[in-house]
C-alpha cells in the first residue's frame, strides 16, 4: 500500500497495525509525518483498514525476520499493539495468551534491543488492576489481575520495565487502555472482528439484527444499578495519545506506564440506553449470569497522563461515541451485504 508521504519520512514499526485501534494510530502517525510500516499477521486486522503506511505481513514474535525489518528500514521507533484481546476467551484458554501477548512481545523486544530501537509504545490494559479496591484508579494501585488476558499484559510490562532498566537507550511508555470504542469520526475505521465480544459493538449489531438479543452480563454488581461500569474512551482519543506518548519520549520523558482512560464510568445499561436512543431501535434485551473474569467497575485516574503527556481530549458524551460507532456499524453491514 502506498502512502503520501516521501521516501524521508521517518519510518516507524507499528505491529497489529491493520486492527482496530492500530488503524486508527496508523491514520494519526501519518498524518503527523511518520511512515508506518505495519506488521500485522491480519488473524482479526484488515488490510482495508489501512488508510496509509505499507502491510508487511507476518508475526511480531518472528525475532529475526523482525529484527532484519527494523535494521533495513532504519526504524527506532515501535509501537506494539497486535495482541488477543478477549477476557473470556483467555479464561477459556490462557496458554494461548501467555505465548501470542507475553512471549511475543519477549520476542519483539530482543529484536528491537538488539536492532537500536530507542522508543517503544505498548498497548497495555486496565485489566491489569484486577478487581481495584478504589475507584478511580491511579497507576499506583496494586497490579493484581483476574484473568489470564490482563495477566498476560502484566506479564509484557515487566518484561518491558527490566529491558530498560538494563538499557539506558531504550524507553518505553505502556499505555493501560480502559473501554476502547467508538470508530472514526469519518467512519472510515472501526471494530470489525470475526467474532464481535465488545458491548457497544454487540448492541449496536443487535439493533441491526445480526444478533437476536443483547444479553446484559450480571445485574447483581455493587454498583448503582448492579451492572458492571466501565470508562469508554473514544477511539481517536485513544489514538492521539499514543502519538503524545512518543512526543514525550521524544522529550526525554521517563520509561513508565499510564492510564488512558477519562475517569467517567458509565453502567452496561447506560450503554444499552445511549444505544437505543442513538439508532432509534427498540432492540431485545436479556439478563444473563456474570461473565467470567469481568471486575465490576473499572474507571480511571487521568491524572498522571494529564499531567505527564499533557493528554487531556474533552470528554464525549456517551452517545456521541455510539454516533460515531453507529455510523460505522451501518457502513459495514452495508458493505458486507
Ligand atoms: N457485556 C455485556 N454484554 C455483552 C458484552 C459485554 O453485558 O454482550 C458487559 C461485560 O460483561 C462487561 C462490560 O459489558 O461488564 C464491558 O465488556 P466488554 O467486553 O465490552 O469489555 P471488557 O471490559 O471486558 O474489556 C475491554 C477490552 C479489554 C480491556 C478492558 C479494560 O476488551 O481489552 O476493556 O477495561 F482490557
Given amino acids: 500500500m502506498n502512502s503520501p508521504k516521501t521516501p524521508s519520512a521517518e519510518p516507524i514499526l507499528v505491529t497489529g497495525g491493520a486492527g482496530y485501534i492500530g488503524s486508527h494510530v496508523v491514520r494519526d502517525l501519518d498524518a503527523k509525518g511518520y511512515f508506518p510500516v505495519v506488521l500485522d499477521d491480519l488473524s482479526s486486522g484488515h488490510a482495508e483498514a489501512m488508510l496509509c503506511g505499507e502491510l508487511v505481513?507476518?508475526?511480531?514474535g518472528d525475532t529475526e525476520r523482525v529484527g532484519a525489518l527494523i535494521r533495513a528500514?532504519?526504524?527506532?521507533?515501535?509501537?506494539?499493539?497486535?495482541?488477543?484481546?478477549?477476557?473470556?476467551?483467555?479464561?477459556?484458554?490462557?496458554?494461548?495468551y501467555y505465548e501470542n501477548n507475553s512471549f511475543n512481545c519477549l520476542r519483539l523486544l530482543k529484536a528491537c534491543l538488539a536492532s537500536g530501537?530507542?522508543?517503544?509504545?505498548?498497548?497495555?490494559?486496565a485489566a491489569v488492576y484486577g478487581i481495584p479496591g478504589t475507584i478511580p484508579v491511579a497507576e499506583t494501585a496494586p497490579l493484581l489481575p483476574i484473568n489470564p488476558y490482563g495477566a498476560s499484559k502484566l506479564v509484557s510490562e515487566m518484561l518491558l520495565r527490566d529491558a530498560a532498566a538494563s538499557r539506558p537507550?531504550?524507553?518505553?511508555?505502556?499505555?493501560?487502555?480502559?473501554?476502547?470504542?467508538?470508530?472514526?469520526?469519518?467512519?472510515?475505521?472501526?471494530?470489525?472482528?470475526?467474532?464481535?465480544?465488545?458491548?457497544?459493538?454487540?448492541?449496536?449489531?443487535?439493533?441491526?439484527?445480526?444478533?437476536?438479543?443483547?444479553?446484559?452480563?450480571?445485574?447483581?454488581y455493587p454498583t448503582a444499578d448492579g451492572t458492571a461500569v466501565r470508562d469508554y474512551i473514544h477511539v481517536d482519543d485513544l489514538s492521539s495519545a499514543h502519538l503524545k506518548a512518543l512526543e514525550y519520549l521524544e522529550n526525554g520523558g521517563e520509561s513508565r506506564a499510564?492510564?488512558?482512560g477519562y475517569g467517567v464510568g458509565h453502567s452496561?445499561?447506560?450503554?444499552?440506553?445511549?444505544?437505543?436512543?442513538?439508532?432509534?431501535?427498540?432492540?431485545?434485551?436479556?439478563?444473563?449470569?456474570?461473565?467470567p473474569g469481568d471486575p465490576a467497575a473499572l474507571v480511571a485516574d487521568?491524572?498522571?497522563?494529564?499531567?505527564?503527556?499533557?493528554?487531556?481530549?474533552?470528554?464525549?458524551?456517551?452517545?456521541?461515541i455510539v454516533a460515531s460507532a453507529w455510523k460505522w456499524e451501518q457502513k459495514l453491514a452495508a458493505r458486507k451485504n
Avoid at 497522563?305 to 452517545?319: H, K, S, T
Fill in 57 to 60: 505481513r507476518g508475526d511480531a
Fill in 73 to 96: 528500514r532504519g526504524i527506532r521507533r515501535v509501537l506494539h499493539f497486535a495482541a488477543f484481546i478477549q477476557v473470556e476467551e483467555s479464561v477459556a484458554e490462557p496458554l494461548k
Fill in 117 to 125: 530501537v530507542k522508543s517503544f509504545i505498548f498497548s497495555s490494559s
Fill in 169 to 220: 537507550g531504550f524507553r518505553y511508555v505502556a499505555l493501560r487502555y480502559f473501554n476502547a470504542a467508538g470508530a472514526d469520526r469519518l467512519a472510515r475505521l472501526g471494530q470489525d472482528y470475526r467474532k464481535p465480544t465488545h458491548l457497544l459493538t454487540r448492541a449496536l449489531k443487535t439493533a441491526l439484527g445480526r444478533f437476536p438479543c443483547l444479553e446484559v452480563f450480571g445485574d447483581d
Fill in 258 to 260: 499510564f492510564n488512558c
Fill in 268 to 291: 452496561v445499561l447506560d450503554v444499552v440506553a445511549a444505544a437505543k436512543r442513538v439508532t432509534g431501535i427498540d432492540f431485545p434485551v436479556v439478563h444473563a449470569a456474570r461473565r
Fill in 302 to 320: 487521568p491524572g498522571l497522563i494529564r499531567r505527564e503527556l499533557g493528554w487531556a481530549p474533552p470528554v464525549p458524551a456517551l452517545d456521541e
